[in-house]
Each structure stands twice: as C-alpha cells, then as structure tokens.
C-alpha cells in the first residue's frame, strides 16, 4: 500500500515497541523517508534493515539544540517535515507519598516537556508549508487517572490538552495542520513488562475486547489520523483500548 507516499515522518521513540510498529507501518505505507529517533541506537539496524526509506537518528526529546540540529538536517535534505509522532515516553510510578522530586522531573521532562519541544521546532516548518500531520502519544491513565501514576497522569492529560489548542493554533491563517491524540490502554511492550501479570489480568477481564493491546494496534490508528483519509480530522483523542474504562 502506499497511503504515506511521498510523505517524511518523524517518530520518537521509534526503536522499540508502539514507536516501532508506527515506523514499520509508515515504512509499509510507502513514506517517502521515516526517521525513528531514540536515545538507543542498539535496534536502529535492525530497523533499518532492507528498508531504504528508515533511519534511526539518535535524539533525546528533552534535548533542545539536538532537537533543532535534527531538524535543521532534515530540512537541508528533503525540505520539510510532513508527519510528526510524539510516542517518546517514560514511567516512573509510585505512590504519591513515595513518588520522589526526581521520579516526577524525569516523567514530566520526557513525556510532557519532550512533546512540547518536539512540536515547537517542527510546527513552524508546517505552518510555513501550510500542511502536516501531528500525533502525540497519550493514554488511557491521561483520561481516567490511575493509582500510582501521579507524573505519568499528569503528563497525558497535559498532551491531550496541548493537542487541542494545537488544532486551534495551528489551523489559522488558512494552514491545513492536523493535530490529534492516541490514547492506548495496556500494550505489550518493554513499558508494563515489570506490571505484574495479577495487575493486567483484571484489567484484561474488563476489557469487552477481552485483551491487551498489540503495538501494531495502536500503530494502526496513529496511522490513520497521520494519514490523508483522515484529511477533516483535528483535536481528537482517539482511544485504543478493547473498550477499557479504568
Ligand atoms: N505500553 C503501554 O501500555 C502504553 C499504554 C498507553 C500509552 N503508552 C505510551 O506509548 C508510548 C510508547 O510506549 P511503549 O510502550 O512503546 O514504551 P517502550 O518503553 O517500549 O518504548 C519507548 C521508547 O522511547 C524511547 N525513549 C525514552 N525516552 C526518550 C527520550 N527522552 N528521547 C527519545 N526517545 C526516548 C525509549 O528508548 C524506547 O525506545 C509512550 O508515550 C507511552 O507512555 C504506552
């Protein structure tokens, strides 16, 4: 298929699980060049294997002069950014009473602050183009809270809100940018390999859909709502969740 032809997407947190099956799906998609940035290198040749139009690049989303080195790169080769994914994300639970001023710095530095720097450098190229496509990674525990998860929490609901002043923002002057929201529920990745399988089961049996979600899942909505067919959507929170409601 080639529903991205001609497009260059960027995905952070795109070496490993929900920002790897996005990679994959853009590649499959016919993108024109997909870049998986990442602080690991370790899976970009896997990655990159057999795949001419995917390069891992290593970037850190809190990082703001490697952010715009990236960027400026990317514009001296191909001109512009069409697609940017905002998957990067990190944990660091604890009960509120136990949650330390670092636990909460690193989560809010990486999933709140890393999506705001990430857009900041790369909205400006779509607004100067007059189109582009922006997808930030949120999450059920963004909408509904979770115990345990006062950062993380925190962080998604903030993304969810960004995004819809982002579809405002970014929509003046006659500027075809599209800015929407995933919000997953529990997806089998490295992220919740150290939740306890009597933590997800139940989670599992108030799933109508009766499991978890497969990054592939999730990859596939965010493709979507990156995608032309989804041309008059904007400020939208997408759940990808089996029908969870924590
Ligand atoms: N797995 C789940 O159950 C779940 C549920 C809801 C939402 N999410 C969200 O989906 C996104 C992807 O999660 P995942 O489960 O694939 O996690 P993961 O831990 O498997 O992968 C995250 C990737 O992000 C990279 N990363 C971390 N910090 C970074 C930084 N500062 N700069 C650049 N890259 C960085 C990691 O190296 C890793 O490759 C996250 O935003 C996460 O919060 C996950």
Same mark, same amino acid.
């Given at each position: 298929m080639d529903r991205m032809k001609g497009k260059i997407c960027v995905?952070?947190?795109g070496a490993r699980g929900i920002g790897r099956a996005i990679v994959d799906k853009f590649a499959e998609e016919g993108a024109a060049m997909v870049f998986a940035l990442d602080v690991n290198n370790s899976a970009f040749p896997e990655l990159e294997a057999g795949k001419s139009n995917v390069r891992g690049a290593v970037v850190n989303v809190t990082d703001t002069a490697g952010i715009? *080195?990236?960027?400026?790169k990317v514009v001296a080769e191909f001109g512009r950014i069409d697609v940017l994914v905002n998957n990067a994300g990190i944990t660091k639970d604890g009960l509120i009473q136990k949650m330390s001023d670092d636990d909460w710095a690193a989560v809010i530095q990486v999933n709140l602050t890393g999506v705001f720097k990430m857009t900041r450098a790369v909205a400006p190229l779509m607004m100067a183009s007059g189109s582009g496509a922006i997808v930030s990674i949120s999450s059920v525990v963004g909408l509904d809270g979770? @115990?345990?998860q006062s950062n993380y929490a925190a962080t998604k609901g903030g993304v969810v809100a960004m995004t819809k002043g982002w579809a405002k923002e970014f929509a003046? #002057?006659? *500027? #075809?940018i599209r800015v929407n929201s995933v919000s997953p529920g529990y997806c089998r990745t490295?992220? @919740?390999?150290?939740?306890?399988? #009597?933590?997800?089961e139940p989670i599992i049996a108030k799933t109508p859909l009766g499991r978890l979600a497969m990054p592939a899942d999730i990859a596939n909505a965010v493709f979507f709502l990156c995608s032309d067919e989804a041309v008059f959507i904007t400020g939208q929170v997408l759940r990808v969740d089996g029908g969870l409601v924590l």
């Open positions: 995905v952070t947190g715009q *080195a990236f960027v400026d979770n @115990i345990g003046r #002057k006659g *500027a #075809k490295t992220m @919740i390999e150290t939740v306890p399988e #009597k933590v997800l």
